[in-house]
């Protein structure tokens, strides 16, 4: 059975919504409080960060009220980066840190990632638990007055997340002689982005650093990477720096003005890590991972499983698995050797790492050259169509033709009301065939 508010990454929805509301997010605070009070040898502590959604505002003291009624005491730190905020979780010993997002989609839908104490998404099991907590008798998860929580504001959360960034490269690690340009989709890293390449020397342009409530992930970002590709060739940027609404997310634009999706930086990285002996049992990708990239690993004898989509899946194949390196074509990458989970400005500061001794970008990305790779994201009233006849004999019919020459995905999105058909194959007639077989059946 599936699931009634989690995701595949963390709660989503639309504002004011059934879910997305103060009196659910004063549920969910009183839950996830309640359930992780429970841990033994924990501090009562839980950390809250947001990206800069207007309806943060709105939801985030309903929260911090069901968590404090739980007898949790919080610390909020603002905007700040999904991942910033899992390293704090760690780093404070916190029962829990929870991020305020909705990553990229529009303003008007928010939402919730949780993180334990480990830093780590939280697991299937642990969310069934929230969930019914949820849904359970609120009076009995009411902490008694005398043990209420605290609330208190830091200021300083980018500058820890920074400076928790650069522990994990060389002291005279520098960007000096390097234009950059980023683009932070109005959103989580507008701060800590262009502080954190200027910090390093670079000559930084900054776009998508002026939000306003409503402009985040809006015609900008790693979801609309033209942005990228005009400001980087316009300002005559080494690279260009992509990333979504709370900056889990990277696409990168090279000096030539290519995007760089998450699969071509994975397989950089990869031949990379192994090169230098850093990788680890191999790499982690997902149902959605260009079948390119899998030949392209197979050539090079690095080791590739694929996990279910969500970057949640990927961490949980890898530990499983123990390898160090994993992502999603998105541009969602976990590099295992330094994080939890996915982060932008970390993958931006290992692939700078690599440039340092005068490479360029279009240099380092040139080895692995996908399969053609079609996407289409079909908006639906209720998900389930995809379980009637007519669509699954269409996506039979599409795998007929596709045996030998490629393969096909379909799934439901688990944060939009779409479903998303992925198609892959070097002959184009029949890749745009199959992806319409399937498109009209569920229309």
């Known amino acids: 059975m599936g699931k009634k508010y989690f995701g595949t990454d963390g709660i989503r929805g639309r504002v004011n919504g059934s879910k997305i509301n103060g009196d659910m997010f004063f549920k969910f605070g009183l839950a996830a409080g309640t359930y992780f009070k429970n841990q033994k040898k924990l501090k009562q502590i839980a950390i809250i960060a947001k990206d800069t959604r207007l309806s943060g505002y709105t ?12 007898g949790m005491h919080v610390f909020t730190f603002g905007p700040l980066p999904t991942n910033g905020l899992a390293m704090l979780t760690k780093k404070m010993r916190a ?20 993180f334990g104490p480990d830093g780590l998404k939280l697991s299937d099991k642990i969310e069934n638990k929230i969930e019914k907590l949820i849904d359970s008798n609120v009076s009995k998860n009411l902490s008694n007055p005398e043990i209420l929580g605290r609330v ?23 960007l000096r002689g390097l234009r950059i340009t980023i683009d932070c989709a109005n ?29 985040i992930n809006d015609k900008c970002g790693s979801t609309f990477p033209n942005k990228i590709k005009y400001h980087t060739k316009k300002n005559k940027s080494h690279i260009g ?4 609404g709370d900056a889990d997310r990277i696409i990168i634009c090279d000096e030539l003005g290519k995007i760089i999706d998450g699969d071509k930086i994975i397989a950089m990285l990869a031949e990379r ?16 991972s260009n079948y390119g990239l899998q030949k392209y690993f197979s050539k090079n004898n690095i080791k590739f499983l694929r ?18 390196l994993g992502g999603e074509q998105s541009g969602h990458i976990i590099l295992g050797k330094f994080a939890t989970t996915g982060d932008g400005l970390l993958v931006a500061l290992e692939v700078l ?10 240099e380092l990305f040139k080895n692995f050259i996908p399969t053609p790779q079609l996407l289409k994201n079909v908006v639906v009233k209720n998900k389930s169509i995809i379980d009637s006849l007519n669509c699954k004999n269409a996506i039979k019919k599409a795998n007929k033709l596709l045996v030998g020459s490629g393969r096909m995905l379909v799934r439901k999105s688990g944060t939009e009301p779409v479903i998303r058909i992925m198609c892959e194959s070097e002959n184009h007639a029949i890749l745009h065939q199959c992806v319409n077989i399937v498109k009209n059946s569920i229309k």
């Not at 954190?196 to 306003?212: D, F, H, K, Y």
């Not at 720096?241 to 979504?244: E, T, V």
């Not at 989509?309 to 123990?322: A, I, N, T, W």
């Open 59 to 70: 939801l985030e003291p309903a929260l911090v009220s069901g968590l404090t009624s739980a």
């Open 273 to 288: 890590w192994k090169r230098k002996k850093i990788l680890k049992g191999g790499v982690v990708g997902t149902q959605m």
């Open 241 to 244: 720096i992509s990333l979504d």
């Open 353 to 362: 790492f690599s440039m340092r001794k005068g490479k360029k970008a279009s």
């Open 307 to 324: 996990s279910k989509v969500g970057d949640r899946y990927v961490k949980e194949e890898m530990q499983k698995s123990k390898f160090n």
């Open 187 to 215: 959103g989580a890293a507008y701060k800590a982005g262009p502080q954190l390449l200027r910090s390093l020397g670079a000559l930084v342009n900054e776009i998508g650093t002026s939000p306003n409530g409503f402009n």
């Open 95 to 114: 029962n829990l840190g929870i991020m305020i997002t909705a990553s990229h989609n529009p303003y008007y839908d928010n939402g919730l990632k949780l």
């Open 152 to 174: 208190k504001r830091l200021e300083d959360g980018t500058e820890k997340y920074i400076e928790i960034l650069k522990t994990n490269f060389p002291k005279q690690f520098n």
